[in-house]
């Protein structure tokens, strides 16, 4: 079991909300591009989460997610919720996808 703390950017965390669940996180590789004065540039790539039965109202008007092993509270993924990609209800949950940082 996972644990997902949700709130907003900026806001103290004891303001978070703290749900429990089941997650799947797919982290892409690193993405690196040639500048033109050819240095190589690396940069992280959003992450793709699953929430197994999770729920989309939970994340309505949040920006920031941290999720953490319910067990021993070791933080997994931390970050920015990408909006712009969109919460998508798939056949076992929902899918979101999480700028690290």
């Not at 989460?49 to 939970?58: F, H, P, R």
């Amino acid at each position: 079991m996972h644990t997902i703390k949700i709130g907003l950017t900026g806001h103290p965390l004891d303001t978070f909300i703290a749900l429990s669940g089941r997650f799947e996180i797919a982290r892409p590789p690193l993405g690196t591009v040639m500048s033109v004065d050819g240095k190589l540039s690396v940069f992280d790539q959003p992450v793709r989460v699953m929430w197994i039965d999770g729920d989309a109202e939970a994340l309505k008007g949040r920006t920031r997610v941290i999720i953490t092993r319910t067990i021993d509270a070791f933080e997994l993924l931390s970050g920015e919720i990408a909006w712009n990609a969109g919460v998508v209800r798939v056949e076992r949950g929902i899918q979101f996808q999480v700028l690290p940082g």
